[in-house]
């Protein structure tokens, strides 16, 4: 599960791979903050050693306890996606 969508990093690199790194989940706030980090590809995000381009976004978003049971990883997808028009880094970004 990522986003696929050209960037070119401050630093000159360039990937299309952006997938979720980390998922926080406050249950006294109820919310679910989670960052969202560019790769070269998704056979570099995917290796255990696999650094970011250092292009990350960070999200927060409000859930319920229902959502506490289901797959937290699709959840900040969804979430993000629902965010995407407004950001010129991932505005037509595609599933992949």
């Known amino acids: 599960m990522a986003l696929s969508k050209a960037k070119t990093a401050s630093n000159g690199a360039s990937g299309s ?3 979720v790194t980390s998922i926080k989940v406050d249950k006294q706030a109820m919310t679910l903050s989670c960052s969202l980090s560019l790769f070269l590809s998704q056979a570099v995000a995917d290796t ?3 650094a970011n381009l250092g292009v990350v976004k960070y999200y927060t978003f409000p859930i319920t306890k229902a959502n506490l049971v289901g797959d937290l990883t699709a ?3 969804l979430q993000i ?3 995407i028009s407004a ?3 991932l505005s037509g970004a595609t599933d992949c």
């Open 87 to 89: 950001d010129p880094d």
């Open 17 to 19: 791979y952006w997938k």
């Open 81 to 83: 996606k629902t965010k």
């Open 75 to 77: 959840l900040a997808y």
């Open 48 to 50: 255990s050693a696999g």
